[in-house]
């Protein structure tokens, strides 16, 4: 090939070069997505969403963490934000001290835990009668189950408090072991609710199957409805016993006795927390050991202390709680 053949050749790619064109369906397709793929645009307003919402949740969580870990000195300067300049643990010490914390979680878990147990044996039974007989007043049983959900705890207090005084459970666990034995504990309608829906899921035939194969109500129950309904069990127990943990005020009423002659020494982690103020002056005032002034950061840690056997719990048994979410069909709480 001589030089002019080359000249000739350049010139003709100069004139079949074609600009490359703008394909809408494929600029679509990679930004919108499709019917198959999602695209990067969606993708990316989902995940700024789920961020954004996130944070809402764990902010006061981080904050709590990181106020808990600064010294005095750290909370007084203004440069020091989030991250203190060394991680110090004197405040959980002091809280640690001021709460009494074996104790207190000792009694914690009994007071949560005890009531729970009873609270998901009694309203699996009422859930499972309410799903799979039919009686005359079932359905005003049903309104008036929903209307006790919906009905305020404050309304009923003063009449509660009356009648367990007359009935002399004020300062013992019957006062919450009682109810939950007739599915009258903390938020028991919406778990006989709970049950009530997933028993009515499992299917009819397989229950008359069991029958003509010579099983009773009991054994039916117990073999085959009980068993498939582990999702709703594990989403009522979890539920419940937070309710029961946080649950300061009944706790103090008819637990502890404050105020009557049947006060004790029942106490809780959250009742700690809620007078932790006063329980630390008090403890000031009556060791030679003083734990100088309370602040923000001791405040913090107390609350830590308070949450962490929660939080520990719920890391543990967050695959299956997640799971038994799905599954029971409870979109939030």
């Known amino acids: 090939m001589n030089t002019l053949d080359a000249m000739k050749m350049k010139s003709n790619d100069k004139v079949n070069f074609i600009p490359p064109t703008f394909n809408k369906d494929k600029f679509r397709k990679v930004f919108l997505g499709s019917k198959d793929r999602q695209g990067a645009v969606p993708t990316l307003i989902k995940y700024v969403l789920l961020i954004g919402i996130g944070f809402v949740y764990l902010y006061p969580l981080m904050y709590m963490i990181s106020t808990s870990l600064m010294s005095l000195d750290d909370l007084l ?63 005003i049983m049903l309104a008036i189950l929903l209307f006790s959900f919906i009905l305020p705890a404050q309304v009923t207090m003063m009449p509660t408090y009356v009648l367990f005084t007359n009935l002399k459970l004020i300062g013992t666990l019957h006062a919450f072991n009682l109810p939950a034995l007739l599915g009258q504990g903390v938020k028991a309608q919406i778990f006989i ?7 009515k899921q499992v299917p009819q035939a397989l229950i008359e199957a069991a029958h003509i194969d010579g099983a009773g109500y009991f054994k ?114």
């Open 77 to 139: 300067d203004a440069s020091i934000k989030w991250i203190p300049s060394n991680f110090y643990i004197g405040n959980y010490k002091n809280a640690f001290k001021v709460m009494n914390f074996w104790k207190s979680l000792k009694d914690s878990i009994i007071l949560a835990g005890l009531p729970t147990l009873i609270q998901v044996g009694t309203c699996a039974v009422i859930g499972y009668g309410f799903a799979r007989f039919e009686f005359r007043g079932k359905k």
């Open 193 to 199: 609710l709970i049950f009530y829906q997933f028993f």
């Open 220 to 333: 039916s129950f117990f073999k085959i409805s009980l068993p498939s309904a582990t999702p709703a069990i594990l989403v009522v127990f979890l539920f419940s016993i937070v309710w029961y943990w946080n649950e300061s005020y009944l706790t103090t009423l008819f637990i502890a006795g404050k105020g009557t002659g049947s006060a004790n020494a029942w106490t809780s982690l959250v009742v700690e927390l809620k007078n932790f103020e006063n329980i630390y002056e008090q403890y000031n005032q009556g060791n030679q050991q003083q734990l100088g002034n309370i602040n923000e950061s001791i405040k913090m840690a107390g609350t830590m202390l308070s949450i962490l056997p929660l939080l520990l719990m719920y890391g543990f048994l967050q695959k299956y709680f997640v799971e038994s979410i799905d599954r029971t069909g409870i979109t939030g709480e």
